[in-house]
């Protein structure tokens, strides 16, 4: 069991991680990679398990960012929390990807 001192819950977890000096170095550089403001990205931690779980739809084992369904800084975040896994030393990290969405409308 993992002890958090936000309390119990995903939203805890994720909320004590976005503490960590390493996850503040992958927020830095996602910000400097999509030229998006730091602390705007940070903002949108209290909420991301919420907000990201409204668009979860079944479970092909792969992770899928689509920026239509999330603002450019939780983008950033959520990207930012399944970069942090990669760092683990665990047998089976989270396999992910980010899908831009596309203007798909005729001229």
Known sequence: MVSCKYGSGCQAILSELAESEAFRDIVKDESENRSLDESKILSSVGAV???????????TGLITLYHQ?????????LAAFLRLQEGWDIERKLEWREIVALDCTEN
């Open 49 to 59: 398990y919420h907000e990201s779980s409204k668009h979860g739809h079944g479970n």
């Open 69 to 77: 369904h999330h603002s450019s800084f939780e983008v950033a975040l």
